[in-house]
């Protein structure tokens, strides 16, 4: 009847303002934090347990790790003199990057942790869609998106906000390894 597919419609309508209302949500967080980066750090360093860093990202993307099935696996990871608000957007946008660009039935995020003279290392590896080669420089830009909004949600600055945190704590975030359908390794300095 006529009533059903107007009622079909508003449903089809009111779904799309929702996508899109969230989309626009998820954009203003993002540009918020990007742009609280900007801001002067503390000066003084506070010691950071980086596991607990990790669990309480854990606990605030239950939701999603549950729906995706997913595992997050991490071995015992350190106390650092850093900044504990940006090691959390740090290890977030990592690990949502590592679920939301996955298609795999079983998504692994795998956090390890090394030391050298001058750094703390960790590697972040997921088995996701991965990332092209000649793609690996561009995804640290602002807004590049390697695929359309409708495949994979997101405001295209996740690995901006990384790559701005982390300079600004005197480290580098590199791609170590990735390609199509080979997920990737991202290494923190």
Do not use: C, W
Not at 91 to 110: A, D, Q, R, T
Not at 146 to 157: I, P, V, W
């Amino acid at each position: 009847t006529t009533d059903d597919i107007q009622k079909e419609r508003v449903i089809q309508y009111l779904d799309f303002v929702n996508r899109s209302g969230k989309q626009l949500h998820g954009l203003i967080e993002d540009v918020s934090s990007f742009q609280s980066i900007g801001a002067s750090l503390p000066n003084e360093l506070e010691l950071v347990d980086v596991n607990l860093v990790v669990d309480s990202i854990i606990e605030s993307i239950q939701y999603l790790l549950q729906d995706k099935d997913v595992v997050v696996e991490f071995e015992t990871l350190p106390r650092i003199h850093s900044y504990k608000a940006l090691l959390f957007l740090v290890f977030k946008n990592l690990i949502e990057n590592g679920i939301k660009f996955n298609e795999s039935s079983n998504p692994v995020i795998n956090i390890e942790y090394r030391k050298t003279d001058d750094f703390h290392v960790f590697l972040v590896k997921d088995n996701g869609i991965g990332i092209a080669p000649e793609y690996h420089n561009r995804v640290f830009g602002m807004f590049k998106r390697l695929h359309d909004r409708k495949a994979y949600e997101g405001s295209g600055l996740g690995l901006s906000i990384v790559k701005k945190i982390v300079s600004k704590l005197d480290g580098r975030i590199d791609i170590v390894e990735s390609d199509v359908n080979k997920g990737s390794l991202f290494q923190v300095s």
